[in-house]
């Protein structure tokens, strides 16, 4: 029992002792956990309102970022328009100036075309009187040869003359029907020299038919019967002796 009233005074002793340490320590302790926890409050609005700064301060970067962003979409569509129009406007100025030089050489070549086919009518037309002369003179030729032999002179000094000049007339003949028939006269029918030929052709006008045939048959008129070059010997022998 001794025992046991000791423990109890002891406890008893312990426990006053607590009380009275609680007591005398309540107010000032007391008063720092206020002021702790106010601080810490303070500390806690003082973070969330940075934060609440921080999210508004974000949202208007944000924000001008956006509006930054669209004015450089906006900038970037309207060079790109700009670019295109300029780029259409080029092509267009290319295009007219194109049109311009085509049309400006094509009539510079229809002016060629036109000068050159007055050359060549004229070269033709040209062509023509010399081969009518030529004509004249072997018609005049042949009328010596017919005159001599009506009165029993000796015709061969001219005779080889005749062939001479008949087989060159016949010759630039051929030649100038193809340049007057032009690009007609190029198709080459055998068929077409048989009389009576009346297949198709090219253009429509079968006389132009057998001028490319008749052509490169002529070919030979100054070969057979003694070539020209050994008629010309004759006759230089037979005149100059």
């Known amino acids: 029992m001794e025992i046991i009233d000791i423990k109890v005074q002891y406890l008893a002793v312990q426990l006053l002792t607590f009380l009275i340490g609680i007591a005398l320590l309540w107010k000032p302790g007391f008063k720092y956990l206020t002021t702790v926890l106010e601080q810490r409050r303070e500390q806690i609005r003082t973070d969330l309102d940075r934060a609440q700064q ?15 962003l669209a004015a450089i979409e906006q900038e970037a569509r309207e060079k790109i328009q700009q670019a295109t129009r300029e780029a259409q406007a080029a092509r267009n100025e290319m295009l007219d100036e194109a049109r311009h030089k085509k049309d400006e050489l094509l009539a510079q070549t229809a002016s060629e075309i036109e000068r050159e086919k007055r050359k060549a009518l004229v070269e033709l ?19 010596r040869v017919l005159s001599a032999e009506k009165s029993g002179k000796n015709s061969l000094d001219i005779a080889g003359l005749l062939k001479i000049k008949g087989s060159e007339i016949q010759q630039r003949y051929a030649e100038l029907m193809m340049l007057a028939a032009g690009p007609f006269a190029m198709p080459f029918i055998e068929e077409a020299m048989e009389a009576g030929w009346q297949g198709n052709f090219p253009g429509g006008v079968t006389a132009n038919a057998p001028l490319a045939s008749t052509y490169f048959n002529l070919r030979k008129t100054t070969i057979y019967g003694g070539s020209n070059e050994v008629q010309r010997n004759i006759v230089a022998q037979t005149v100059l002796g």
């Open 54 to 68: 921080t999210r508004l301060d974000s949202e208007q970067l944000k924000a001008e970022y956006q509006k930054k």
């Open 125 to 143: 037309r040209d062509q023509i009187a010399l081969l009518e002369v030529d004509v004249v003179a072997l018609e005049m030729l042949v009328l």
